[in-house]
């Protein structure tokens, strides 16, 4: 147990102070009675019965997904999208105009985004050029050196496709780093390298991101999970709007881990697709690389990414153009589609 950090020395101190809105289902959470404390129609309207405010705090999502991740309900948060757990991340800890956040480009986006709309200023450390990996030492630097609040890893990497570190590294990191360290896991279903969930009972800074967006196939859904320690889990529950998981989200979600068989077959099916579309485009000429993927998309460099993207896009094909991204000259990011779309690719190449 890393016994020198509190989460809480790092947290602005108007969050740490905040008592929090208590809504009508916080006070009373049972499921059977006379509900005349929130000031709902008591008409069923619908079929679905969506009158009555959802659960706040998700509890019986929150336990299958215990069940699956090998953790406590204490230890997850759930919010619309894993957009909505890295905003209130960045208003937990980051004050405007004068804390930082470091990343480490080429990364999501979403990350800058919310920083800037925060006015918190971002330090980076790239990522090494041409391998995409992290030197721990050098990340440790530059957190220091910065000041950082907040450090984001993305394993595997958006638009890269690597795990750009060992979960040791993660570890070690998480150890010496005084920070907020998150892993953002979006693929991690796709990849071979365990999850960091794994590493959260030995390290308070220590957060992990995953979503129902990429491998569950609900990207429509809008559902986010964060995995940390309960003190952290709980100031996020803190400053999250009430009701942010609507019913319809949290039944869907019960649905779809109840039948973990389809995504862990559409998994499979995507890796192999991945590793064949792989080797064809390795045989065309005007591709220069394919990085190797631990994700459900493939980076690759061509010759000239700008004109294949609109070579593409007339034959209606539409690929995400990563050129502009640092390390990324003449690089495409291209989503692992069906058989018949990887195929319409490969013949329109
Ligand atoms: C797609 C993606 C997400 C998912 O965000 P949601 O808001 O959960 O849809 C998160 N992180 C990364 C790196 C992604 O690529």
Redesign the pocket.
Known sequence: MNTTKNIFDYLRPHIAALKPYSSARDEFSGSEGIFLDANENPYQNSEKALNRYPDPLQKQLKAQIAILKACKAEQIFLGN???EAIDLLIRAFCEPQKDSILITPPT?G?YRVSADIHQIHIAHAPLAPETFEIEPEDLLIKAKASKAKIVFL?SPN?PTGNCPLTLQQIAYIAQKLDALLVI?E??ADFALMPSAIKLLEEHENLLV?Q????AWGL?AL???MAFANPKLIAILNKIKPPYNINALTQQYAQKALAAIENKDKQVSEIKQRRAYLAEALRQKSNVVKVFDSEANFLLVRVDDADAVYQKMLAHKIILRNRSRELHCENCLRITIGTEQEVEMLLRCW
């Open positions: 999208g894993s957009d999501y979403m993305c958006n953002d979006a693929y991101l979503t129902f967006s990429k990207a809008r559902l986010g």
